[in-house]
């Protein structure tokens, strides 16, 4: 069975903080690839400021920077906007792959607002990476709690991908400072937009 890491979001614009987590997962968790699933529409997140597919794709592209991580528009081909959507469609159309959902901190203190969360952690093993300031609220969040029970401890990493689902980890690794809302804010991605 092959391993892959599924990492979602707007990657509007995608940055070092989404490859760091990228790389560290690969290790970690002994995926052969990640693949960064970039989103037509987050449904929880407004359009205002949304670059273009295209350019979202292009960027991601420029940021990726190994051949283990494949920037995929795989939500736009299957016409899904919701995350336990995707997944379910997937772990269909790719019966022998063995799938970890990757997500940081802050998306763990408010996944329970997605479409049928429990259903995700029911498809795949989840690893979500620690994220200051995040990290402490995120682990008392109510998905947390929810689980538990399906906790793995940090030291088998290793072998979450084999887990039988519900199963998550909370991996603590060197913080990457780089947040797509601060590079937005900086202006620098437009820039980069407009001028390839």
């Known amino acids: 069975m092959i391993r ?29 690839e990640v693949w960064w699933l970039v989103s037509p529409q987050n449904p929880l997140k407004t359009t205002a400021g949304m670059a273009s597919m295209a350019a979202r794709m292009a960027a991601a592209e420029r940021v990726a920077g190994d051949l283990r991580i494949r920037v995929t528009d795989i939500e736009s081909r299957l016409r899904s906007t919701y995350t336990v959507d995707t997944l379910h469609a997937m772990t269909l159309r790719f019966p022998r792959v063995r799938f970890v959902w990757i997500m940081g901190a802050d998306n763990l203190i408010q996944i329970s607002r997605w479409k049928h969360w429990q259903e995700i952690f029911r498809l795949v093993p989840v690893a979500v990476f620690a994220r200051p300031p995040y990290s402490t609220r995120a682990l008392s969040a109510k998905a947390a709690r929810y689980f538990a029970g399906a906790r793995v401890p940090e030291d088998q990493a ?7 689902p519900p199963a998550w980890i909370f991996l603590h690794v060197r913080p990457n400072p780089q947040s797509a809302t601060s590079i937005r804010a900086g202006g620098g ?7 390839g």
Do not use: C, M, Q, V
């Not at 290793?158 to 039988?164: C, F, S, T, V």
């Open 4 to 32: 892959i890491g599924l990492l979602g979001g707007s990657f509007n614009p995608a940055h070092e903080g989404h490859r760091h987590i990228s790389l560290e997962a690969l290790k970690r968790l002994r995926l052969r």
């Open 158 to 164: 290793g072998w979450l991908a084999d887990r039988r």
């Open 189 to 195: 991605w437009r820039e980069r937009e407009d001028h």
